[in-house]
């Protein structure tokens, strides 16, 4: 089974903190992937990245960064937080031999006040 | 740029009962993957059912269909036997095939069952 893993379920941050989301998978798999929800527009792509390093640029990446240093490990990085990012942070992945659809972790819910 | 619409924000559906949601894309692609997934309350989101373009088939997973109309642009999901365990958010999502593999989806539609 494909295992997506968020270290936070809740989260709550005040207005200017640096915030780190992490999304850690157990398996050898290439790209992955962080979506913002919110309710009445879905899910919309911040992120991506198909490999070590490598990163591209979502639908709505204003605001937040990427890093990913080690396969298995990608962070979501805001580097001053706002209100207005208070949102639900989705992880998610594509398999190696599954790659047409994606896996998602649990979710973090991010409040910031 | 390729677009997801759900019409229905909600929907409701007597237990035992059938219901479907519905989803239009636009696209100029001609193959691709199109996706419903399902958001239990506070809980992870999970693939119900994937279509590809150029299958002409209608996929199935169980109590769960779509209605592929690729010329419509068209791919609802049908749910029979409906069970109180499928309320959720349930969400329309395409990708196109090869290149990026971004998910485009829809604003979701949220599916009450009622006993």
């Known amino acids: 089974d494909v295992k997506v893993t968020q270290s936070s379920r809740y989260l709550v941050k005040r207005t200017g903190e640096k915030v780190f989301l992490e999304c850690v998978q157990d398996?050898?798999?290439?790209?992955m992937f962080w979506y913002r929800q919110d309710p009445g527009l879905g899910l919309r792509l911040i992120y991506f990245s198909y490999d070590v390093k490598m990163k591209e640029k979502g639908d709505i990446p204003e605001g937040y960064s990427v890093s990913r240093e080690k396969k298995e490990r990608f962070s979501l990085i805001l580097e001053s937080a706002s209100t207005n990012q208070t949102s639900m942070y989705l992880c998610?992945?594509?398999?190696?031999?599954?790659?047409?659809?994606?896996?998602f972790g649990p979710g973090t819910r991010l409040l910031v006040l | 740029a390729q677009t997801v619409t759900q019409s229905q924000p909600e929907m409701s559906v007597q237990e035992a009962e059938t219901v479907t949601l519905s989803c239009t894309y636009d696209t100029s692609e001609s193959d691709y993957y199109l996706f419903w997934y399902k958001q239990p309350p506070s809980r992870q989101m999970i693939l119900v059912i994937r279509?590809?373009?150029?299958?002409?088939q209608n996929a199935t997973e169980n109590r769960f269909s779509v209605n592929f109309q690729k010329a419509a642009k068209s791919f609802s999901l049908k749910i029979s036997d409906s069970q109180l365990g499928d309320a959720a958010m349930y969400f329309c999502?395409?990708?196109?095939?090869?290149?990026?593999?971004?998910?485009?989806f829809g604003k979701g539609t949220k599916l009450t069952v009622n006993p």
């Open positions: 998610a992945l594509s398999a190696r031999g599954r790659r047409e659809t994606q896996y």
């Open positions: 279509q590809e373009a150029y299958k002409q």
């Open positions: 999502a395409y990708r196109r095939k090869g290149g990026s593999e971004k998910l485009v």
């Open positions: 398996m050898d798999h290439e790209n």
